[in-house]
């Protein structure tokens, strides 16, 4: 049975860190690109963070570019989002998202971590 299972949210003051965990089973992790998005309430879900299967690449929206980094440790099947500098825009449910494509595209999404960032 596939999972992706996040956690690390919470709430946090402006200029505040965090770091969101996703941990992965049922599904061979070390061959899935994995990302993080993220929705607002009243917004679309959007693209925060990706890195590739292996580790050796990754990429950010505009936004979190400085503030954000993504990363993963194929041996215990996680991913991670550190995040500093927190503004209150980016309040929302974070998802994790695993993807490959081998003749079709798998995805498999968790089903979100709050990040509130508020005084």
């Known amino acids: 049975q596939v999972q992706l299972v996040e956690s690390g949210g919470g709430l946090v003051q402006p200029g505040g860190s965090l770091r969101l965990s996703c941990a992965a089973s049922?599904?061979?992790?070390?061959?899935?690109?994995m990302s993080w998005y993220r929705q607002a309430p009243g917004k679309e879900r959007e693209l925060v963070a990706i890195i590739t299967s292996s580790g050796d690449r990754m990429d950010g929206a505009d936004f979190v570019k400085g503030r954000f980094s993504i990363s993963r440790d194929n041996a215990k099947s996680m991913t991670f989002l550190q995040m500093s500098s927190l503004e209150p825009d980016d309040t929302a449910v974070y998802f994790c998202k695993a993807q490959h494509f081998k003749d079709r595209w798998y995805e498999y999404w968790g089903q979100g971590t709050q990040v509130t960032v508020s005084s």
């Open positions: 049922g599904f061979t992790f070390s061959s899935y690109a």
